[in-house]
């Protein structure tokens, strides 16, 4: 808002007017007013009217290529590619996943049993659980590349003490899902597995010559000159198998000056306490 905006300006031309002020007249006394405020400019000018120097792009990567194209975010053509100064080649992604789990499902709803409160057993050779009249047991579970994970079990019924033996799985883009029915209205599904963290292995390339071999995490970037770049998303059709990865690029030139004058800051807050000890 323009108020916001006007207020902002105002404190800026402050802090301008009063550090050339003392600098002028210069004492040693004045280090701590001077990093302080210097500081605060300078924080403040870097997140105000530099912020607008902040640009994100979006850049997908082919597994074993290179890529120096990308989608500046928030624009309406999603279509149109910038050239950019960095280059990412990714040598290898890795998806770490949780065991899936095995419930009894409703055929007719879809919802685990008990109601309001499913019972889920994890995909993990020895492990069982009783669900209504069925104890389920885990006897072997496989989880091969580019295959859906697979689990062998044995459901005993309780009460009419039924034995029966079978494989499951959840299915993928290359295999389909397999249940196990129970009656006709109960089956036993596995659900698909939930991500635990998916890592990026990359090096980056800079127009400058300079070049950096990492892994790229969720909140764990990597930081190349003034770029940033974050893990955002591969392709969650084929899972662990996913043969690229979006990547989220950001360009914060500012970034430096900002944090140049928190450290500014912190300085003359020390100073601040060893000139008003000796007094």
Known sequence: SWPFVLVYLMILINLTA???????????GDIAFLLNH????????????????????????????????AQLSGRDSQDKLTELPVAIYLDDFVLEEYPPKIAVIDRGTGEAMPVNRPLYLESIKGR?????????????????PRYAPTAYLTISNLQEEEIVSDWITCG??????????LSDRYCIAMTFPEPKRFISRIEVYSKSGESRVDSVMVNHPVTIGSWKVYQHSYNTQMGKD?????FELVYDPWLIPALTGIILMLLGSVALIWTGGKR
């Not at 993928?172 to 029915?181: A, G, L, S």
């Open 172 to 181: 993928n883009f290359f295999q389909n899902f397999r249940t196990i029915n």
């Open 128 to 144: 069982s659980v009783v669900v209504m009249d069925w104890k389920i047991s885990v006897d072997s579970f496989i989880n091969l």
């Open 38 to 69: 210097a500081g605060l400019l300078l924080l403040l000018y870097s997140a105000g009217p530099g912020s607008a120097d902040k640009s994100r792009y979006f850049m997908r990567v082919n597994e074993g290529g290179t890529e120096w194209r």
């Open 242 to 246: 996913s043969d690229w990865s979006l």
């Open 18 to 28: 009063v550090i050339s002020c003392r600098v002028k007249r210069f004492k040693i």
